[in-house]
């Protein structure tokens, strides 16, 4: 912020500068010449001022990148659930931000332990992958963005009957399209 407000102060010397010399009444040539070298001196300012800008705003993006890829894209959920955990909502918050950033499609799978009915499962996951993409809409983003998807039990990320296995295959994983 502070370049950008010596950027302006920039811009607005020189166009003093300019008037100053424009109104001292030597002869026209010189006026015109440091016209145009002022007006050349403020659109250099001004590319300068529009590059620390874009700077910025990279680097802002690649910083929304790396929160993101430090959460993961894979939001777990208690057993028979499709409530949000305080993790998975501090998870889902900083894909959020980054979304807002991009124009970027997303998919949110939802997936459930092996337990239960294979009917059942789908719908869990179902409400697992809605969950997650009503809490991205009511945080501004637009739902023609979200594609949600269920696979229930079908496809775990960790096999055995254990309450570890079960913990790791009850989740949404957010995958761009």
């Not at 269920?150 to 913990?167: N, V």
Request: charged share 25%; proline share 2%; net charge negative.
């Amino acid at each position: 912020m502070k370049h950008l407000s010596t950027a302006g102060k920039t811009v607005a010397l020189l166009f003093s500068a300019a008037l100053l010399v424009a109104c001292s009444g030597s002869d026209t040539k010189e006026d015109e010449a440091a016209a145009a070298a002022a007006a050349e001196a403020a659109a250099a300012a001004h590319a300068a001022q529009q590059a620390e800008q874009q700077a910025a705003a990279s680097a802002e993006l690649a910083g929304l990148e790396e929160a993101a890829a430090q959460v993961g894209n894979v939001f777990y959920f208690e057993y028979d659930s499709s409530t949000l955990t305080p993790e998975a909502l501090s998870a889902v918050d900083a894909h959020i931000a980054l979304l807002h950033r991009n124009t970027e499609n997303i998919r949110l799978e939802g997936h459930t332990d092996e337990r239960g009915t294979r009917e059942y499962n789908m719908a869990l996951g179902e409400r697992r992958a809605n969950s997650v993409r009503d809490y991205m809409v009511a945080n501004g983003i637009s739902s023609l963005r979200i594609e949600t998807i269920s696979y229930g039990e079908e496809r775990p990320l960790a096999y055995g009957s254990g309450e570890a296995s079960w913990a790791e295959n009850r989740r949404v994983e957010l995958k761009p399209q």
